[in-house]
Antibody, heavy 120, light 115 residues
Framework: EVQLLESGGGLVQPGGSLRLSCGVS????????MTWVRQAPGKGLEWVAS????????HYADSVKGRFSISRDNSRDTLSLQMHSLRVEDTAFYYC?????????????WGQGTLVTVSS | QSILTQPPSVSAAPGQKVSISCSGS????????VSWYQKLPGTAPRLLIY???KRPSGIPDRFSGSKSGTSATLEITGLQTGDEADYYC????????????????FGGGTRVTVL
């Protein structure tokens, strides 16, 4: 069974940094693209970033470009999202998802999510 | 404002059918696969449709997807109370931004209400 488990969420002040991690099991991590998606309270889903299988190609939403960095360690089956210069509007549940949204299989499954709260 | 446009809400009685539209453009839906996701309160989203019209194992055939040109549609037949949820379409957009081609996009979401 494919499982994804996010960690690293919490309360941080505006301008601060946070690093999210996603540990996976049940599939060959290095054979799949990976994606981060977030959902702010009362809002819709927002695609945040994606990375290809090797880590060579990374894409970001305009809202996080230059502040967030997605990375992966295929030897440790771990996906990460480094977040800097956090803003109140970055408050959201952050989901780690297997796959790339533009690819035929879609993105699935999703982790349970980790809550990031940016507040003073 | 989302790049993919969905109606905010649709509703129907139990057993009836609802259709949810997702309108995009030639830089996303027109040339890339569409997928659909169901989001229930307090749970992680789940994939309903991928590759425009394919169902993952375990998804009932009451859920179906289609695409024509730059628009896609999710249909739910035999509506059940358990189908009350938010539904999102997703795709890849190839527009160039800051020197990089491509970004994922979701529709704004459609709330399905079973009357």
């Amino acid at each position: 069974e494919v499982q994804l488990l996010e960690s690293g969420g919490g309360l941080v002040q505006p301008g601060g940094s946070l690093r999210l991690s996603c540990g996976v099991s049940g599939f060959t991590f290095g054979s799949d693209a990976m994606t981060w998606v977030r959902q702010a309270p009362g809002k819709g889903l927002e695609w945040v970033a994606s990375i290809d299988e090797s880590g060579s190609y990374r894409h970001y939403a305009d809202s996080v470009k230059g502040r967030f960095s997605i990375s992966r360690d295929n030897s440790r089956d771990t996906l990460s999202l480094q977040m800097h210069s956090l803003r109140v509007e970055d408050t959201a549940f952050y989901y780690c998802v297997k796959g790339g949204i533009g690819r035929a299989p879609g993105i699935d499954p999703w982790g349970q999510g980790t809550l990031v709260t940016v507040s003073s | 404002q989302s790049i993919l446009t969905q109606p905010p809400s649709v509703s129907a009685a139990p057993g009836q059918k609802v259709s949810i539209s997702c309108s995009g453009s030639s830089s996303n839906i027109g040339i890339k696969y569409v997928s659909w996701y169901q989001k229930l309160p307090g749970t992680a989203p789940r994939l309903l449709i991928y590759g425009d019209n394919k169902r993952p194992s375990g998804i009932p055939d009451r859920f179906s997807g289609s695409k024509s040109g730059t628009s896609a549609t999710l249909e739910i037949t035999g509506l059940q109370t358990g189908d009350e949820a938010d539904y999102y379409c997703g795709a890849w957009d190839i527009t160039l931004s800051d020197g990089v081609y491509g970004a994922g996009v979701f529709g704004g979401g459609t709330r399905v209400t079973v009357l």
